[in-house]
């Protein structure tokens, strides 16, 4: 979670330290500690402890921002707290960041740097397919394949409504029929699905086949593997 994501309250095993918005105390060296300090609730009675009383001055803090570093920094540290704030605004505590150990952030920056590309990569993957989905139509396109072809792998009806309704595409899925879930429309979506994941066209067509054969080649496997899907429900 980034900074000033809402967690309403801490978990309760979860180890975490209070940022306080008003003037606080040790209750174990009997410190001042000021507003802002950094405190963490001991105990039944939920005496305040400052970092050096709780054993966790020797943590360093690492703000919430980099989900990647913070979960490997978490996942390399022996001991960790979650670092919270109240908001006087949102009525609840908003999470800041990690206390980890030093070690621990070192090795997960290292690790980041090394695949910092990939996960770029897989963002962008990830940002471009959320533009060119709409999830509501999609779902309703998936409904109309579960319905109209029980036998259908589970799983592959949203695979076959979310290749057919991509933004921009052009395919099946974009036609005003499509949109308005006719029948036809979705069947020519299920038989795409099936030429291209249940048969032999692909590498037909890779080995220069002109479309109209190759699709005649596999016409019967198609109506074969379409007439199973629909019949499931019978």
Known sequence: MGKGVIQKKPKPNELTVFITSRESQCDECGENLGKGAWI???????????????DLDHLVFLPSGDMALTRRSRK????AAVVVKWSRTRKCYE??????????????DIECKADAKQRELRRAQAAVRRAELDEEYIDRFTAQVRELYPGCPAGRDKVVAEHACRKYSGRVGRSAAAKE?????????????IRHQETDYDEL??????????????????????????????
């Not at 960041?97 to 070690?103: A, P, R």
């Not at 006719?182 to 038989?191: E, K, M, P, S």
């Not at 190759?214 to 199973?228: M, T, Y």
């Open 181 to 193: 879930l006719d029948g036809n429309a979705v069947r020519l979506a299920v038989i795409a699905h």
């Open 205 to 234: 067509l890779f080995k220069g086949l002109d479309r109209g054969e190759a699709r005649e080649r596999v016409r019967r496997r198609v109506d074969d593997i379409l007439d199973k899907w629909q019949a499931a429900g019978s």
């Open 40 to 54: 963490t609730l001991q105990g039944s009675d939920r005496k305040a402890a400052c970092l050096s009383c709780a």
């Open 95 to 108: 999470r800041q960041g990690l206390l980890v150990e030093n070690e621990a952030v070192e090795r997960a």
């Open 76 to 79: 390399y540290s022996k001991l």
